[in-house]
């Protein structure tokens, strides 16, 4: 990987900025490998050590099993879901609390499967990424997470095992804040998900037709849009959308000719907000709460009371424009972390990504919309202070296409801010792959989830780190990394996950104190495991 330190020893002939290359750091048997930190390590315990604790514990269990749901309209897939319900229970703790909450994987077919806390800069040991950090739970067994939550904010949990997130195993994360500054007499967590399993296929299905590539249809007969080289900006009709059947693999479905199925893969899935390019993944359903848009959550308050909309992006391709008709959003905080307040008509929000918003309710009942960027779909639920009929589903408020505030224009609050701080090491992270091929990865290295260590980012506890991310894809990555959160810019927000846009570069900003291997992904589900995904890592 290349780097830059002005103090690490790991580095050695350096040219030019950026243009350093990391010596290798190896174990004591001399094979080249990176020899990192433990996650059971006493570095990782002595840094729980340093957090304030209130001493209070906060027991859960959580049962991973499958479960039929119900999603509302008569639509009742069969999934995998925590407590037969999806999104799960939410948890709830207050800051500086000790979560002790009990895995149980009752899944099937031998599934192995984890929990990791979503923003949550917690021990290594505990952050549910196998095999970097924990061994897989094994169906049957049961695992025991106990961390100390010291962060406040909005947060979610969800597995880190296969295309797993595309399922129903996920919840809300709330840490509140003991000596909260904000005013507001309510709360609305606003889930949001894309929702394919057990209706049209399973997240697996997908991600094997998604991983035959666009190069997988030479040869299918694609009518008068011609063949794979010109595909991915076409409007495919109703392609895209084509029922091949429930029943149908994508093997079984795949053309005579060896062309593919066409069942799960978006054609002509374009947004401006987002750089061209919206997703890979047609979902027959957009949910706000676990509920479908044709049979709505409703959300009941009154008319001039103040509340707090937590909002959480827990989809597995689908970045959502969200709105709530005739209102505007203060934004309070990103990613869990405050910044200083913005109104806007509308919010975007990536995959992974989570904006706490204060809105003043108005009298009559107010459509809550979340467009599913690119894909011609929305979410749909119901705010209801007073009477009157509910706007249709496919209702478009007018705030859509208002005022939408990117992250990067955001401004952290003043006791959230990074000191400032000499940078003492750069690595550039190019994004690469595409459709293709669907070749995924981190700089042109695909991760290897047999062995975490190889390639290996490395930083040193102590540091002043900075990543440039550097988008050389056609398409749109939310990159989210674990165990730390980072500043956007200059003077951007803290976050642990952004947007990167197709062709662009950003640059974020962190301090290395938190010992341990910790991905760093694009939060696509499909993309982070075709293998956009790298270990951040402090050497041993």
């Known amino acids: 990987m290349n780097g830059i330190n002005r103090r690490s020893v790991l580095l050695a002939g350096l040219g030019a900025v950026g243009a350093g290359v990391l010596a290798a750091c190896t174990d004591a048997s001399g094979s080249g490998r990176n020899a990192l930190v433990d996650p059971s390590s006493s570095a990782v315990a002595a840094t729980e050590k340093k957090r304030r604790s209130t001493g209070r514990l906060q027991k859960v269990t959580l049962t991973a099993a499958p479960a039929t749901i119900d999603l509302g309209g008569g639509v009742m897939p069969r999934t995998w879901a925590f407590d037969g319900r999806s999104p799960g229970k939410e948890v709830r703790l207050s800051a500086g609390d000790t979560l002790v909450a009990e895995l149980s994987n009752q899944l099937p077919d031998k599934t192995a499967t984890s929990i990791h806390w979503h923003g949550i800069a917690l021990r290594n040991d505990m952050d549910g990424v196998p095999p970097a950090t924990q061994t897989a739970v094994r169906a049957g067994s049961t695992f025991t997470y106990r961390f100390i939550a010291d962060a406040p ?14 399922r129903g195993l996920y919840a809300p994360l709330i840490v509140e804040d003991p000596r909260e500054p904000l005013a507001y007499d309510d709360e ?40 794979s080289s010109g595909m991915a900006g076409h409007d495919m009709g109703d392609m895209g959308g084509m029922d091949m059947g429930d029943s149908e693999s994508p093997s079984a479905s795949a053309s005579s000719s060896g062309g593919m199925s066409m069942k799960f893969m978006l054609m002509g899935a374009e947004s401006d907000l987002l750089g061209g390019d919206a997703g890979d993944v047609k979902y027959p359903h957009h949910l706000i709460n676990g509920r479908v848009a044709a049979d709505p959550d409703v959300y009941t308050g ?15 391709d689908t970045a959502y424009r969200v709105a709530l008709g005739d209102h505007r959003l203060a934004i309070t905080h990103t990613d869990g972390f405050p910044v200083r307040h913005q109104e806007v008509d509308a919010l975007l929000v990536g995959m992974g990504e989570r904006y706490d918003v204060l809105v003043t309710l108005g009298d009559g009942v107010f ?32 705030e859509l296409d208002g005022v939408i505030m990117t992250a990067s224009q955001l401004r952290a609050a003043d006791d959230v801010r990074l000191k400032s701080a000499e940078t003492d090491v750069t690595h550039r992270i190019q994004l690469t792959g595409g459709m293709d091929k669907y070749n995924w990865a981190i700089n042109g290295k695909p991760f290897d989830m047999d062995n975490p260590e190889a390639n290996a980012i490395l930083i040193e506890e102590g540091q002043r780190v900075r990543l440039d991310f550097a988008n050389d894809t056609d398409m749109w990555h939310p990159m989210h990394l674990h165990g730390h959160t980072y500043r956007i810019g200059t003077s951007g927000p803290r976050k642990d996950t952004a947007i990167v846009l197709p062709k662009k570069k950003l640059s974020v900003f962190f301090d290395a104190d938190n010992p341990g291997q910790w991905m760093l992904h694009c939060h696509n589900a499909y993309h982070g495991e075709a293998g956009m995904m790298a270990n951040v890592a402090y050497p041993a």
């Not at 009154?302 to 597995?316: C, E, F, H, M, Y």
């Not at 979340?370 to 009157?388: C, I, P, Q, Y």
């Not at 706007?391 to 408020?397: E, G, L, Y």
């Open 188 to 227: 609305w967590v606003v889930v949001l998900d894309d929702w394919v399993d057990g209706l049209t296929g399973t997240p697996d299905e997908v991600f094997t037709e998604l991983r035959q590539g666009m190069g997988g249809m030479a040869g299918h007969d694609m009518g008068e849009s011609g063949g």
């Open 302 to 316: 009154k008319p001039g009371r103040k509340v707090r909309l937590r909002i959480i992006n827990a989809g597995g």
């Open 153 to 166: 904010g909005t947060y979610f949990f969800h597995p880190h095992v296969g295309v797993q997130l595309d």
């Open 367 to 398: 459509p809550l919309v979340a467009v599913a960027e690119g894909k011609d779909a929305n979410g749909f639920a119901l705010v209801r202070t007073g009477s009157g009929s509910a706007p249709k589903a496919t209702v478009r408020p007018k």
